[in-house]
């Protein structure tokens, strides 16, 4: 574990160093690269999951013992090939980073990455940081361009994975 730390710190430095011996620009590029990889490959987990269960909606999909259907979001894992919650919260991250540059394109990008993993936890972090910024910290467009994520969450989890919707109500419940 000490090494791993070591590794941590070792990384944690090298961010600096990118930071400090690059422009803004620079590094904005480099942010829109990363999350456009993340994107491709989140897209590419989705295509396989499609292609295995032959469905077009898998979240939908009860077969094969149910192995997608409401955790198909749990293999949408992107650029770490780790948990899909760390892809979730990376996108997340990315929505509030696209939003505040005013880059529609990639904000609706790291929306829907972060829809596909189906983390309703996030989800509920996500509509906090809306509230807040909407609230707070926002200009008009901005403002607009909240409610339209609010509403691709609301179709989402009505649409594409109802029963995400109804498993969120029954936890709220208990």
């Given at each position: 574990?000490?090494?791993?730390?070591?590794?941590?710190i070792?990384?944690?430095?090298?961010?600096?160093?990118?930071?400090?011996?690059?422009?803004?620009?620079t590094?904005h590029?480099?942010?829109?690269?990363?999350?456009?990889?993340?994107?491709?490959?989140?897209l590419?987990?989705?295509?396989?999951?499609?292609?295995?269960?032959?469905?077009?909606?898998?979240?939908?999909?009860?077969g094969?013992?149910?192995k997608?259907f409401?955790?198909t979001?749990?293999?949408?894992?992107?650029?770490?090939?780790?948990?899909?919650?760390?892809?979730?919260?990376?996108?997340?991250?990315?929505?509030?980073?696209?939003?505040?540059?005013?880059n529609?394109?990639?904000?609706?990008?790291?929306?829907?990455?972060?829809?596909?993993?189906?983390?309703?936890?996030?989800?509920?972090?996500?509509?906090i940081?809306?509230?807040?910024?909407?609230?707070?910290?926002?200009?008009r467009?901005?403002?607009?361009?909240?409610?339209i994520?609010?509403?691709?969450?609301?179709?989402?989890?009505?649409?594409?994975?109802?029963?995400?919707?109804?498993?969120?109500v029954?936890?709220?419940?208990?």
């Amino acid at each position: 574990s000490i090494g791993f730390w070591v590794l941590c710190i070792l990384a944690m430095n090298q961010v600096k160093l990118f930071v400090y011996n690059n422009n803004a620009e620079t590094i904005h590029r480099t942010i829109v690269a990363f999350f456009i990889i993340n994107a491709v490959l989140s897209l590419g987990n989705l295509a396989l999951i499609m292609i295995e269960t032959g469905s077009v909606n898998p979240y939908t999909f009860q077969g094969d013992h149910q192995k997608y259907f409401l955790g198909t979001g749990d293999y949408i894992r992107g650029i770490t090939f780790d948990t899909s919650t760390t892809n979730a919260v990376l996108n997340a991250l990315g929505v509030i980073y696209f939003l505040t540059k005013k880059n529609i394109a990639m904000l609706f990008v790291c929306m829907a990455v972060m829809l596909l993993t189906g983390s309703n936890f996030i989800n509920v972090i996500l509509l906090i940081c809306f509230a807040i910024l909407f609230v707070f910290k926002s200009t008009r467009d901005q403002k607009s361009l909240i409610a339209i994520c609010i509403a691709l969450l609301v179709v989402f989890l009505g649409r594409v994975s109802p029963q995400n919707n109804s498993y969120v109500v029954e936890n709220f419940k208990r």
